[in-house]
T-cell receptor, first 112, second 110 residues
Framework: AQSVTQPDIHITVSEGASLELRCNYSYGATPYLFWYVQSPGQGLQLLLKYFSGDTLVQGIKGFEAEFKRSQSSFNLRKPSVHWSDAAEYFCAVGASGNQFYFGTGTSLTVIP | DGGITQSPKYLFRKEGQNVTLSCEQNLNHDAMYWYRQDPGQGLRLIYYSQIVNDFQKGDIAEGYSVSREKKESFPLTVTSAQKNPTAFYLC?????????FGEGSWLTVV
């Protein structure tokens, strides 16, 4: 069965520090992988996606993610966090039948 | 301006009443989805529709109903059979294997 695990429920980083949010997936075929960001009370905004090709993908707002098939991971990174990056982050996998499965999210707090 | 519009943003319902959440998209996307979001549980799929006049149950369809009479519209009705309807509801549509979300609707049962 398809599933997505985000092991960190909450992460706190200092502004200017680097960030890595973890995501592990379970899927039998080559997955379509996504990261979304959600501000409080808002919808989800697509940060980046991986379908095939280069395993390091660039997204909006300075984010990037790396697909590692051997580890079934798709971790999100940012070299220098800004206070405006504080939000909830969701990893998702796109499965056959056009369904999408989401992790439970990681809440990011940025301290000055 | 293209996008996915959900209305109302906030809705209060008395127990025993049905309520309908609106979702309209002008992106010409074929597939549309409804998700429910509760704290700490991520997003759970309620219903999805790949084409007009067709829809499938998701993981938590009990107590909900949908229709897809037009390509651009996918309303969700929360019925009185839904035992715990207070939640944040997200509508989405799909294009090129990627889904895009509306701004969500808060439903509170009072």
């Amino acid at each position: 069965a398809q599933s997505v695990t985000q092991p960190d429920i909450h992460i706190t980083v200092s502004e200017g520090a680097s960030l890595e949010l973890r995501c592990n997936y379970s899927y039998g075929a080559t997955p379509y992988l996504f990261w979304y960001v959600q501000s409080p009370g808002q919808g989800l905004q697509l940060l980046l996606k991986y379908f095939s090709g280069d395993t390091l993908v660039q997204g909006i707002k300075g984010f990037e993610a790396e697909f590692k098939r051997s580890q079934s991971s798709f971790n999100l990174r940012k070299p220098s966090v800004h206070w405006s990056d504080a939000a909830e982050y969701f990893c998702a996998v796109g499965a056959s039948g056009n369904q999408f499965y989401f992790g439970t999210g990681t809440s990011l707090t940025v301290i000055p | 301006d293209g996008g996915i519009t959900q209305s109302p943003k906030y809705l209060f319902r008395k127990e025993g009443q049905n309520v309908t959440l609106s979702c309209e998209q002008n992106l010409n996307h074929d597939a549309m989805y409804w998700y429910r979001q509760d704290p700490g549980q991520g997003l759970r799929l309620i219903y999805y529709s790949q084409i007009v006049n067709d829809f499938q149950k998701g993981d938590i369809a009990e107590g909900y109903s949908v229709s897809r009479e037009k390509k651009e519209s996918f309303p969700l009705t929360v019925t009185s059979a839904q035992k715990n309807p207070t939640a944040f509801y997200l509508c989405a549509s799909r294009f090129s294997d990627t889904i895009y979300f509306g701004e969500g609707s808060w439903l509170t049962v009072v």
